[in-house]
């Protein structure tokens, strides 16, 4: 079974521009998430999708960032337009629906994005 | 504060060495704990989770958890080469999303 795949794995742009960054969970999973690690800090949580809605965005840092999952699939997200802070690398995770508990998240590969 | 503190390392061990790695959260309301093992390049994957205080071995790693003082560990036994890896105690809470700490790096050096 393949894994969460993310692209592009690297993004180099300049100040100003605009970046989509693509997330495919796993087969199955409706739970999607992205999560970021800026330079020397932790992983943070960005938004969780599930399905096609926003569960939680409380992480979005601002609304320069957008983030869409039409049809319940595949994720993008859209940085408009890129700072220099946004530099760092993007992680998707996702997980099954499940009834309670805990569900695995598994972590794609990471976007590694800079912001020149 | 932050939610999740990470003795942030970096740690260097011979091989063979018993390896210890230590968490503190401050929100009682975390429900899971998890430690993930990331390699360069690639995304965290998932060694162990726990929800209750205790131990929980798998192999040669364990996963300790006190909730009354707040702290996770994760040991390692008879470390080897290939356990080295950045290594990341992450705390579920009901709104079902990670709270990491800032990751310690681990060197098992042959």
């Known amino acids: 079974e393949a894994g969460v795949t993310q692209f592009p794995s690297h993004s180099v742009i300049e100040k100003g521009q605009t970046v989509t960054l693509r997330c495919d969970p796993i087969s199955g999973h409706d739970n999607l998430y992205w999560y970021r690690r800026v330079m020397g800090k932790e992983i943070k949580f960005l938004l969780h999708?599930?399905?096609?809605?926003?569960?939680?965005e409380s992480g979005m840092p601002n609304n320069r960032f957008l983030a869409e999952r039409t049809g319940g699939t595949y994720s993008t997200l859209k940085v408009q337009p890129a700072e220099l802070e946004d530099s760092g690398v993007y992680f998707c995770?996702?997980?099954?629906?499940?009834?309670?508990?805990?569900?695995?998240?598994?972590f794609g590969p990471g976007t590694r994005l800079t912001v020149l | 504060q932050k939610e999740v503190e990470q003795d942030p390392g970096p740690l260097s061990v011979p091989e063979g060495a018993i390896v210890s790695l230590n968490c503190t959260y401050s929100n009682s309301a975390f429900q899971y704990f998890m430690w993930y093992r990331q390699y360069s390049r690639k995304g965290p994957e998932l060694l162990m989770y726990?929800?209750?205080?205790g131990n929980k071995e798998d192999g040669r790693f364990t996963a300790q958890v006190d909730k009354s003082s707040k702290y996770i560990s994760l040991f390692i036994r008879d470390s080897q080469p290939s356990d080295s890896a950045t290594y990341l105690c992450?705390?579920?809470?009901?709104?079902?999303?990670?709270?990491f700490g800032s990751g310690t790096q681990l060197t098992v050096l042959p």
């Open positions: 726990t929800y209750s205080s």
């Open positions: 995770a996702s997980s099954p629906l499940g009834t309670g508990g805990y569900n695995e998240q598994f």
């Open positions: 992450a705390i579920l809470g009901s709104a079902r999303q990670l709270t």
């Open positions: 999708f599930v399905k096609e809605s926003k569960q939680d």
